[in-house]
């Protein structure tokens, strides 16, 4: 049975009309969710990556050792330029870090780059995406944020994080074997970023009632829907642990797309609660 996001995806890639009378937009082409997606996402590499072009990947120790290693197994023939960051101290997603990979990604010359990490790296490999104008995808090692698919990062700018508008990931893969055995806690932070989008829903509403913003029910409902779905796959036990994992998952990426701006760059995305907290 698909994903909601899948279907989303569907009806929005490269634009569709909404029930409320505005034109939206996803930027993700593909989301891959299940076991074994790492070999099925580096296979798809190939489609993207000339003969004598590569791939600049970015990771950091930890998230090389959970998925990065094994992704770039499967990337047969294709060549990568790798950069992998510090796992301790865990790396800040700040403004200079983004310039400092921007310049490293223009001297290599890839065709993508690709993000292997949960919201920090996510960010970071964005952002450095949308600093060089060199399409991004995101290898998920945790269901943590929705950051993979929103269109903006969480970047530290004169000491302040700030929520700065970015490049979505044209392809998300989220191997659940990879995203079963991330720390427990990540899974909770995903989780404490879904509820609180009962919050943004209720802020939405608030906002249409008092200044007249304009509100799109498929895209306010797809939030909420994320809330509470996420909040039944977490009552699963853990000899079942992949399926909610996969539902989590599907939550963030489509929490994440809600947040985007929808093809209407002077709507502001919906409130979010992601934490100034690096390694998210």
Known sequence: MPY???????????????????????????VLVGRGVLESSATM????????????????ERTEEAAGREWKRHARGIRLVSKILPGEPKPVPTIELV???????RAAGPSVIVGVG??????????????????NWAVV????????????AA??????HRTLPTAVSEHIACDLDVIAKAPRELFF???????????????????????????????????????????????HSPPTRFRPCARLRTRCSRRGSACRRWADPGRRPLPSTR????GR
């Not at 310039?99 to 990604?105: D, F, N």
């Not at 970047?155 to 302040?160: F, K, M, P, S, T």
């Not at 934490?275 to 690096?278: A, K, L, T």
């Open 99 to 105: 310039r400092a990979l921007a310049t490293e990604v």
């Open 118 to 135: 949960s919201g920090v790296i996510a960010d970071l490999a964005k952002h450095a995406s949308h600093e060089t104008g060199v399409p």
């Open 275 to 278: 934490s100034g907290i690096s």
């Open 141 to 152: 090692t945790a269901a943590s944020v929705d950051a993979y698919s929103s269109a903006t």
């Open 189 to 235: 932070d995903g989780l404490g970023d879904l509820l609180a989008k009962i919050i943004s829903h209720l802020d939405w509403k608030l906002a249409r009632l008092m200044t007249d913003e304009h509100y799109c029910p498929v895209i306010s409902e797809a939030s909420l829907g994320s809330s509470r779905q996420a909040l039944a796959a977490a009552g």
């Open 45 to 60: 590499l190939g489609g993207e990556v000339p003969a004598g072009g590569c791939a600049w990947v970015l990771s950091d």
């Open 4 to 30: 909601f996001f899948e279907d989303l995806v569907h009806r929005y890639r490269g634009g569709g009309s909404c029930p409320c009378g505005r034109n939206h937009a996803i930027g993700a082409k593909d």
């Open 155 to 160: 970047i530290r700018v004169e000491g302040y």
